[in-house]
Nanobody, 127 residues
Framework: EVKVMESGGGSVQVGGSLRVSCQAS????????MSWFRQRPGKEREGVAG????????YYADSVKGRFTISEDNDENKVYLEMASLKPEETGVYYC????????????????????WGQGTQVTVST
């Protein structure tokens, strides 16, 4: 069974750091495009960061560049998102997503291009 499951969310004060994890099972992450999305209250789901296997690149939303880092452990079949200098407006549910057929670069943040999703993990940034 193909599955992804997030963990590591929680509450942090503004300016703080948090790492969320995505455990994949049923498929090897190194052959899939893996991305992190988030859904903030009252807003649409948006892409945050990801690995694009076709171009062997990582990518980040402009709003998180320099503060968030995506990484992976192929032995553990896990993807991580390290978040630093967090802001209150980044409160939301963070999702891990996997695509067996990688989207083209211009669609890398299009949620409908991803086949598998976790249930999400809540991140709350408080003042």
């Amino acid at each position: 069974e193909v599955k992804v499951m997030e963990s590591g969310g929680g509450s942090v004060q503004v300016g703080g750091s948090l790492r969320v994890s995505c455990q994949a099972s049923g498929f090897p992450i190194k052959y899939y495009c893996m991305s992190w999305f988030r859904q903030r209250p009252g807003k649409e789901r948006e892409g945050v960061a990801g690995f694009h296997r076709t171009s062997t690149s990582t990518y980040y939303a402009d709003s998180v560049k320099g503060r968030f880092t995506i990484s992976e452990d192929n032995d553990e079949n896990k993807v991580y998102l390290e978040m630093a200098s967090l802001k209150p407006e980044e409160t939301g549910v963070y999702y891990c997503a996997a695509a067996g057929l990688c989207p083209t670069w211009d669609l890398r943040f299009t949620s409908s291009r991803y086949n598998y999703w976790g249930q999400g993990t809540q991140v709350t940034v408080s003042t």
